[in-house]
């Protein structure tokens, strides 16, 4: 998996990473007991702080979505092997819609965003 941050991104570094894990995910492409490259590495190779891959990997253990085993590293979780299937599907539609309206990729996540934010999400 190859992760990259964009540092003229208005998201901060940590949650890029942070969200590019959770895609692949959801996308299959990450399955669980699959090992996350090592922070100190990670850090290195995109010239980053170590501490700004440390948040990362922290913030989607407290999601429930890796497990962090000293020794072992950052590895995917179990309930991380969830059906995204109908997830996909609404994604899909939202897109076809999103597309339809000519809306600006920045606009329907907009949308998206506050729409999971107002059910608590």
């Known amino acids: 998996m ?3 941050v964009d ?3 208005p998201d901060p570094l940590f949650v890029q990473l942070a969200d590019q894990v959770r895609a692949a995910v959801a996308r299959g492409e ?3 007991g699959t090992r996350l490259p090592a922070a100190r590495d990670l850090a290195a190779s995109l010239e980053i702080n170590l501490h700004t891959v440390l948040h990362a990997y922290q913030d989607l253990r407290d ?3 890796i497990e962090l085993r000293r020794g072992r590293g950052a590895v995917v979780a179990a309930p991380a092997a969830l059906d995204y299937a109908p997830l996909h ?3 899909d539609a939202v897109v076809q819609v999103a597309r339809a309206l000519q809306l600006a990729p920045e606009t329907a996540t907009s ?3 506050g729409a999971l934010a107002k059910d608590g999400l």
Request: hydrophobic share 50%; charged share 30%; aromatic share 0%.
């Open 111 to 113: 949308l998206l965003r």
């Open 2 to 4: 190859l992760l990259r």
């Open 7 to 9: 540092p003229a991104s």
């Open 63 to 65: 999601e429930g979505l």
């Open 89 to 91: 599907d609404a994604i």
């Open 30 to 32: 990450l399955e669980p």
